[in-house]
Each structure stands twice: as C-alpha cells, then as structure tokens.
C-alpha cells in the first residue's frame, strides 16, 4: 500500500521538490557529459561503459546497505524499466549528437503530453476537452522548433535528430509512469541500480562488435557520467516516492534552462528563438493538462464527500 503523500502546502512537501529539482540539474550535466563522450568515443560505448560503471557502483552500495533483493513482480517492473529507459536513451544521445542540447530537451517536452494519451490507454483514464488543447497546443511548439529547422536549409541530419527526440518522447512518456510505480515499491538505490544492470544487458549484447576500452580523457568522462546518472536517479526515485507526479513533472522543465547553459559553456551551442518559443508553448500546454488534471481530481473528491 501506498504511503500518505504530504499535503502540497505543508513544509514535508518542499523537501521532495527540491531534490526533484536538484536530480533534473544533474541529469542536464550528465547529459551534457554523455554528448561530449558520444562524440569522443561513439554512442554505443559511451552508453555500454556508462551502465558498467553505474552498474559496478550500485553494486557496492547495494551491498554495503544491505538492500534486500526485490520480488519477482518488483524484478518485472525493474526489466521493464531498464529496457524502456535503454532504447529512450539509444534515441535521445543519437540526437543530441546532431542537435544542441536546448532544442533536444524542448522537443522532449512533449512526453509528459503523450503521457496522457498513455494513461488513457493504460490506465483508463479519460482524457478532457481541455487536456485536448493542450496537447495541440504542444503539437504547435513542436512545430514552430521544427519550422526554425528547416527555415534557411534543409538540414536532414538535424531533423533526423528531431524525429529521435521525438520517439524518444514517447518512451519517455511511458517511462513517468514505470518511474512513479517503481518509485512506491523499491528504494533509491534499488531502482538506480537496477536501471542501470538492465541497461547493461541490453548494451552488452554488441559488446563483442562494438565495445572499446575507453582511454585518456574519455575514462573521466565515463565515470562523471555514471555517477551523475546514477544519483540523479536516487534522487528522482527518492523524490517520486514521496509527492504526486503531477506536482513533480513541471520541475522537468527547469532542464531547458540547464542545458541552454551548459550546451553554451561546453560546445558553444547558440539559443534560437524559435526554440525559445517553441519550449515556451509546449510547456504552457504541459501545464494546462496539469492543471486539469488537478481540477478533475478535486472535482471528484468533492463529489465524494
């Protein structure tokens, strides 16, 4: 059973905020980090080394606390996960090789839009006239993104990227719903650890092909990227687990900013206005579904009492 969530107004609920807004910060730097080791050492061994080295160290802190091994039904949410989040991965590194960072994290701001369409689908849930408008609203910020693509030159390389994010998107979408059920049955550690031994799995399949020690600069970076990936992940589970995801997804639009400064500092990644504006307006759809959501939630409660 689940446990109590804190009313949004009492001091309880701003601790899970804060760390919901510190793991989405460390996700942005890790990104940033992955983009500079895909582009050093290839995209599958930056993400093959990634989950090794995230692996080996969950492993240790799985051990030196004692983390109970999970049940059989826990272990299938664990696989699920893992499998979802390596081929959302696969397709969001793809893209960011060919995309600066601010523009890859505006156009997956569709996937909390989809995530609707998805609990309607797996949940049964029924979708509003004005959760409606806000996903067209969504659709138009992609659009106007794409516009600032194709405006001047048709960059096929870049709108492939797009079409990445964009697929990426969608499992991200199904992955707020594994991330918020995973959340209430494992702790920090659990989940992380797990995420990252499925991910292994998946990514040790080329290994024989495909695999090559990482060396000079690029072991760092490998090292830096697990172990932001990896406490970025506590951090959400840990911050899921204990307040409603519709009070936590907004903060996933903090990254934008992050990875406009960062996209900046690391590879000189300019900021368009067309991006600007397009995340603007996938973010006001994003919000307006939240906010309906709420109000059909109270509208029950009220209901019921």
């Known amino acids: 059973m689940d446990s109590p969530l804190p009313d949004s107004h009492s001091p309880s609920a701003l601790l899970p905020f804060l760390v919901c807004c510190l793991g989405v910060a460390l996700f942005s730097v890790m990104d940033a980090a992955m983009k500079g080791l895909s582009l050093s050492i290839g995209l599958y061994n930056a993400l093959f080394w990634r989950a090794s080295t995230g692996s080996l160290l969950g492993l240790v802190l799985m051990l030196a606390t004692r983390q109970p091994w999970p049940t059989r039904a826990v ?5 699920l996960r893992g499998v979802v989040v390596a081929l959302m991965a696969s397709l969001f590194f793809w893209a960011i090789m060919r995309l600066p960072l601010a523009e890859a994290i505006a156009l997956s701001f569709i996937a909390p839009l989809i995530a609707l369409y998805l609990a309607a689908l797996l949940l049964k849930e029924r ?3 004005r959760a409606i408008g806000a996903s067209l609203l969504g659709l138009v910020g992609v659009g106007v993104i794409l516009s600032g ?7 096929l390389n870049a709108l492939m990227g797009a079409g990445a994010v964009l697929l990426s998107a969608m499992l991200f979408a199904w992955n707020l719903i594994l991330q918020r059920q995973q959340a209430q049955l494992a702790s920090p550690i659990e989940v992380a650890f797990f995420q990252h031994l499925v991910m292994l799995g998946v990514f040790a399949l080329g290994a024989p092909t495909w695999a090559i020690l990482p060396t000079g600069s690029a072991f760092p970076l490998v090292v830096l990227a697990a172990v932001l990936a990896f406490t970025s992940l506590a951090a959400l589970a840990w911050a899921y687990a204990r ?3 519709q009070r936590l997804i907004p903060v996933e639009y903090t ?3 992050w990875a406009a400064i960062f996209g900046w500092l690391a590879f000189g990644e300019p900021l368009t206005p067309t991006t600007i504006l397009g995340a603007l307006l996938i973010v006001a759809g994003c919000l307006i579904a939240a906010r309906t959501k709420r109000a059909e939630i109270a509208h029950v409660e009220v209901g019921v009492a």
């Open 149 to 155: 693509r194709m405006r001047g030159g048709y960059d």
């Open 75 to 79: 272990l299938r949410l664990h696989l």
């Open 127 to 129: 979708i509003g006239r």
């Open 255 to 257: 990254a934008f900013v």
């Open 243 to 245: 307040a409603e995801a």
